[in-house]
């Protein structure tokens, strides 16, 4: 028998496989934190939107994931997700290691964990290759994906 929590994690990528942003935000609680090596303290409706916006935006998109454990605290998945960044129009495929705790039946923290330099390289081509290795570089890319969250966010409220 598959343990609830188990079910939550297969629900949220399922979603994410569907681009269904709001079923995957709907298995956190209110109060999330998550982080990435790109975002990396989102809390709240932050983190939800985040996937709401990734969803929206996503093109050749798809997603394979594996829920390595989960028990009544905490769990781990792997997943890889292929899509093309847009602003470069390069290929991505990212392999990420996440892990999360739970409490009522929801998610309250979810951690992914990925080399953001090999994810530089892909979706930057020579720039990602030779810069991205380095922390101002990838602290640039962080503020950029913040302020494409935040500005997402204000035309949702606008629209």
Not at 58 to 72: G, I, N
Request: hydrophobic share 45%; charged share 25%; net charge positive.
């Amino acid at each position: 028998m598959t343990h609830p929590n188990a079910e939550l994690i297969e629900r949220f990528y399922q979603a994410f496989q569907r681009q269904d942003g709001e079923a995957m935000a709907a298995c956190y609680a209110e109060h999330v934190q998550f982080s990435d090596p790109v975002f990396h303290d989102l809390k709240g409706r932050d983190a939800g939107d985040m996937w709401r916006m990734l969803c929206a935006r996503a093109k050749q998109f798809s997603l394979t994931f594996e829920v390595l454990e989960a028990d009544d605290r905490q769990g781990r998945a792997r997943w890889v997700a292929t899509y093309l960044f847009s602003q470069t129009g390069r290929m991505v495929e990212n392999h990420i290691e996440a892990s999360f705790r739970f409490e009522a039946g929801k998610i309250v923290e979810h951690h992914d964990r990925f080399d953001l330099w090999r994810w530089a390289r892909q979706a930057l081509g020579a720039k990602g290759l030779l810069l991205g290795w380095l922390a101002p570089v990838q602290a640039a890319i962080g503020k950029q994906a913040m302020a494409g969250l935040r500005a997402w966010q204000a035309g949702r409220r606008a629209g």
